[in-house]
């Protein structure tokens, strides 16, 4: 088993959730175990109740299956939950946005406008923004997703995950793995991720970066460009009636 401090340990990229129904990090030793084991934790936990601490008095939520709501919890409308779902105390989840099975969260977590999040872990304080997708992801305490980031979760040629990259690298036997963001870590707007790439902790990337890998702790990532600047004619464009417009 490595040590705390090693890569492919859980605890180097966490530091543990007690919000959290069930403690992952005891239960899984190894990074590839900890989606399996909490699924499987979380069917036994809510035992296929429907169990809700606060009141959803938005006639537009659907809910289906076990699904556990803690006290505080806010559910605005056009909210889809599909369990087995778990969610903590004074979490907000926005307009549209959808949870579907496997997903767990920590107290006062954010879901934004049209996120998704499917068979995911997203542990106290993390902040999805509006737009975004989380599938089979683990995100650690006080992580935030920026709106439109996207975290895959399967290889383009649909093959086995691998976690990492170079001396980081790790096998599993799934098919569906996104990505693990350690404590605090923090994405950008419009960020894709790579099936199986691992982030540090206290790690921020910034925007429209495409990220794979394994990126240690406590780095900041950016993405370089160069603009070109071309003189052109000063037009201004036409206003007629198109296809799609109406008068």
Excluded at 89 to 118: F, M, P, W, Y
Excluded at 220 to 244: F, T
């Amino acid at each position: 088993m490595p040590s705390q401090f090693e890569p492919t340990n859980p605890r180097y990229y966490f530091s543990g959730d007690s919000t959290l129904p069930f403690d992952i990090l005891s239960l899984a030793p190894t990074l590839p175990d900890l989606l399996r084991v909490s699924s499987e934790e979380l069917v036994r936990v809510l035992d296929g109740k429907l169990t809700l601490d606060s009141q959803v008095t938005e006639p537009t939520v659907d809910i289906s299956g076990s699904v556990y709501i803690g006290a505080g919890t806010k559910i605005h409308s056009s909210v889809s939950i599909s369990g087995p779902v778990y969610i903590g105390r004074n979490c907000s989840i926005r307009h549209g946005a959808q949870l579907r099975e496997g997903t767990i969260l920590g107290d006062g977590c954010v879901v934004g406008h049209d996120a998704e999040i499917k068979n995911s872990i997203c542990m106290t304080g993390s902040k999805m923004q509006s737009g975004v997708f989380i599938g089979d992801s683990i995100l650690g305490i006080g992580a935030r997703v920026g709106s439109g980031t996207i975290l895959s979760n399967r290889r383009f040629d649909q093959g086995t995950v691998r976690l990492g990259s170079g001396d980081v690298k790790l096998s599993t036997d799934r098919q569906f793995f996104g990505a693990i963001l350690g404590d605090y870590v923090r994405l950008g707007a419009n960020i894709v991720t790579s099936p199986g790439t691992l982030v540090g902790p206290y790690t921020w990337v910034a925007s429209l970066v495409s990220l794979y890998g394994f990126v240690p702790r406590a780095k900041m990532v950016i993405i370089k460009q160069e603009l070109e600047y071309r003189d052109k004619q000063e037009l201004e464009l036409r206003s007629e009636q198109g296809e799609y417009e109406h008068f």
